[in-house]
């Protein structure tokens, strides 16, 4: 259980540190609302991604590479290849993992931390996250070529192991371009995705694990 939710929260992440600074940004209400229509015409995603986590107690990163689908009403199918095979799908107010064969299966109505890192999940791949001030804190900056949102959640279960969401946006489409989650003890996961598609056709039996 603790190894499950420490893959769902850690897959969420990628950035890489920016050579401009960031500066406050000038509006985030018509930001928002970009993002929010944006998010709306959005059926759904397909992306490869890179991800690398950083340990202190590890002299060399770990870096993770995988492909991810996402089709509206809450479908997604994230799914690391290298250099271990491990599979998560969210489907139907469920999430089910499959690690070296062997399938567990949560139901996320019954328990408060998968259902936050489902919204967490769901909402940076969507674009959407800016949305519930009651459970995060927001920052919201600029620079000539990327949006950044800085989220601390306020949640005190959450906040045990995530201390901060940064969310890097293109300035070109909005389209959420890398994420860093970094944790309390100062370790961080990042992901960068790639090589997206939007809105192609996508089956239902991508979310089903075999």
Do not use: C
């Amino acid at each position: 259980m603790i190894r499950s939710v420490f893959f769902l929260a850690a897959f969420l992440i990628y950035t890489s540190s920016f050579a401009q600074s960031f500066q406050s940004m000038k509006d985030s209400k018509s930001f928002q609302q970009k993002l929010h229509s944006i998010a709306a015409k959005t059926t759904s995603l397909q992306s490869d991604f890179v991800q690398i986590k950083h340990l202190d107690v590890l002299s060399e990163d770990i870096e993770s590479n995988g492909k991810l689908v996402y089709k509206a009403n809450n479908k997604l199918r994230w799914e690391y290849t290298t250099p271990l095979e491990y599979l998560i799908i969210l489907n139907g107010g469920k999430v089910s993992i499959k690690d070296e064969g062997k399938v567990s299966s949560y139901d996320l109505s019954g328990n408060k931390t998968f259902q936050k890192i489902n919204e967490m999940m769901i909402g940076s791949i969507q674009g959407d996250l800016l949305v519930n001030e009651a459970d995060y804190k927001y920052e919201f900056k600029e620079n000539s070529s990327n949006y950044l949102v800085v989220m601390y959640p306020k949640e005190k279960k959450v906040q045990e192991f995530m201390k901060s969401i940064n969310i890097y946006f293109s300035k070109k489409d909005y389209s959420v371009e890398q994420v860093k989650m970094l944790e309390q003890s100062g370790d961080y996961t990042l992901m960068k995705f790639k090589n997206k598609k939007i809105n192609a056709s996508i089956s239902d039996k991508t979310f089903i694990i075999n």
